[in-house]
């Protein structure tokens, strides 16, 4: 393959990955996570919400071997925007990587303590996992709606698990869902 074939191929995939990873914040902002959901809608609520919609989208695209590099390029693309996202509400230059030490911590605490019901469909355990992490750790969450929250996520991996692998690979997951009620 040329150069000028390779950049064309990689500039294509930056363009999807770019188009899933709007779809994924898009979906993340769905007000009933924070009305009905518990998550506070402070940064560390938002950061929160994008945890949960990653978690849903990569238990989709885990286990695709046409989709692992995909699923990795989303993941980057994620640390990229909290790295971003920091340096914007002006934390210091030097102080970015040691917080995005502590948020990839705390993302893939979420992965190991979300995915495992997420990916069974299991609201019950979502919620009991959800109930001890996200929301008890979130200043101003509310564990008591934990079950709401993971009835939520739960729908919301049902509608990833729906798509065709051709779908994702054109760069798109969903439109973001009406807001429903819990």
Sequence with gaps: MGILARFRRDRLNRQIVDQLWDQVVAAARDPVRFTEGGLPDTLEGRFEALSLEMIAVLNRLSGQPDL????????DRFMTDIDHSMREVGISYLAVPKRM??????FY????DCQPAMAEGDEE????AL???VLAEAVGGRPDAAAALAHHMIRQQARYVALANEQILAGSLLEPPETETL
Excluded at 101 to 106: G, Q, S, T
Aim: avoid cysteine.
């Design 125 to 128: 355990r979502l919620a009991d």
């Design 131 to 133: 109930a001890r992490t």
């Design 109 to 112: 605490t979420r992965v190991r």
């Design 101 to 106: 030490r502590k948020f990839a911590a705390r």
């Design 68 to 75: 692992k590099a995909l699923s990795q390029d989303l993941v």
